[in-house]
């Protein structure tokens, strides 16, 4: 499997592309001029295309990624009026993560403010290591309020608190040992690690990779009491599903799952 950036753009608008090949469906942040910061009009043609890539059955994954030297520079703080929003932040981030697909970042650029939210908000990023990351909100006098929804539960205590306060820029590198990021890679290597990832994510059963990722999000917040009857239903669904069945057969027999994309 190739790289999603190298897939033809097959769809798009001013503010992002869409592209699906081979089962990933890419969406591409595209305002390099305004560092694809969070407009109306870039949150709204985002959550179309999440809502594009989640509907499309032959999508079974998802990446996020940018043009330009920027990931997503936060706010929009020259607020364009001319364009009603659609979406807001939270719903976005909300999309991202009830997805039943994996949201994989591919994070090619600086993240500021709520960049660094929506990086986050993928359920695997990955980073080229030449770039920096920073909540720098209290610098002009606000705070990361509604990105700290999906930051804080991947963050120390400590840490959290001293990015906040400090507004510092720090490398990718230190953000993945932070655990905002997943892997911080040199430029030159992010496509062959985002193509090893991906390689691994298609060939997880599409109900499988949907409990999964419930399970991350839901078990920690569970009474232990709850959380045993809870997966011990998702456990007999899946093991009762004709889509372990077919895992199963397929194991056996030492062949992909019919749900596994074909190479082109």
Request: proline share 4%; hydrophobic share 45%.
């Amino acid at each position: 499997m190739r790289a999603a950036v190298k897939r033809q753009l097959l769809m798009g608008n001013e503010d992002t592309l869409y592209a699906a090949q081979q089962g990933v469906a890419t969406i591409t942040l595209n305002r390099e001029d305004n560092k694809n910061a969070l407009s109306a009009g870039l949150l709204n043609s985002l959550g179309d295309n999440l809502k594009r890539a989640e509907q499309d059955t032959a999508v079974r994954a998802i990446v996020l990624t940018n043009h330009g030297n920027t990931f997503c520079a936060g706010a929009d703080l020259k607020g364009d009026s001319s364009v009603e929003p659609r979406y807001q932040l939270p719903e976005l981030f909300g999309l991202m993560q009830t997805s039943s697909k994996p949201v994989v970042g591919r994070i090619a650029g600086h993240c500021m403010g709520g960049g660094v939210g929506l990086a986050a908000a993928c359920d695997v990023s990955i980073a080229a290591d030449d770039i920096k990351l920073g909540f720098t909100e209290v610098r002009i006098g606000v705070a990361p309020a509604i990105i700290s929804v999906v930051c804080l539960p991947k963050m120390r205590y400590g840490d959290a608190m001293e990015l906040f306060l400090s507004g510092e820029r720090v490398s990718s590198s230190y953000a993945a040992q932070l655990g905002l990021l997943n892997h911080a890679v040199p430029r030159a290597e992010l496509d062959s690690k985002l193509d090893e990832l991906l390689a691994k994510l298609v060939r997880g059963g599409p109900m499988a990779l949907a409990a999964a990722k419930q399970l991350v999000v839901k078990v920690p917040d569970m009474d232990r009491t709850a959380a045993f009857e809870w997966t011990a239903g998702v456990s007999a669904a899946l093991f009762g599903s004709d889509e372990a069945a077919q895992g199963i057969k397929a194991f056996r027999e030492r062949k992909d799952a019919p749900w596994v994309p074909a190479e082109d």
